[in-house]
């Protein structure tokens, strides 16, 4: 898993928070209802607007409630915009999303390192299994997320097939801000590697 995790250095905030915990299940983009934070699948294999050019990809309307919810619904779409940053070589996502957070920044430098040497992953390997979140006492969320890596290897410049990732289901957890008029996740650690 060397692709995916090698890059991806512990940080986080281990304080317990104060409140009780959300569950939902991981956001369906198939439907349209910007009301719902309840679904069945969330996976990584669907297309984004982000597109390899710098450009940064669209909140899901779920995303941009500033709620337990909205917290829970974007760290899953996170974690799927970190499978497409994968795929199509482009971090500009990742760093739109995301402020002071060393797991983040890590992966976007990984990827932006892959893309001058014009590689990039064969897919989007990410779906999300399960949520929740508990708030924090600095007004943020806790949240965390269980995320499952299918396998996928590297697309190197000549189109030749280069290093597999295996798979491998993780628990990630973030401490999750809203800053002006969206969430940003300011710390993300993997808790759980299995």
């Known amino acids: ?57 669209e909140l899901p309307e779920e995303a941009k409630a500033q709620t337990k919810e909205g917290a829970i619904a974007f760290n899953e ?20 999303y995301s ?25 989007n390997p990410n779906s999300v299994t399960k949520s929740s979140a508990r708030e924090r006492d600095d007004s943020g969320y806790r949240v965390e997320v269980d995320v499952h890596a299918d396998s996928y290897h590297e697309v190197l410049k000549d189109g030749s097939k280069g290093r597999t990732a295996d798979a491998v289901d993780m628990t990630l957890v973030s401490n999750t801000q809203w800053v002006g008029k969206q969430w940003q996740i300011q710390e993300l650690v993997v808790v759980n590697t299995k």
């Open 99 to 123: 402020k002071g957070c060393a797991l983040c920044d890590g992966l976007a430098s990984r990827v932006d390192g892959y893309a001058k040497k014009g590689t990039h992953m064969n897919v």
């Open 77 to 96: 779409w996170y974690q799927i915009q970190m499978g497409e940053a994968l795929k199509t070589g482009d971090s500009s996502t990742l760093r739109a």
């Open 1 to 57: 898993m060397a692709v995916l995790t090698g890059g991806l250095a512990a940080c986080g905030d281990n304080s317990e928070p104060q409140e009780s915990t959300t569950t939902a299940s991981p956001i369906d983009r198939s439907t349209d209802s910007p009301s719902s934070s309840e679904s069945s699948s969330s996976s990584g294999s669907e297309t984004s607007s982000t597109s390899g050019e710098g450009k940064v990809a």
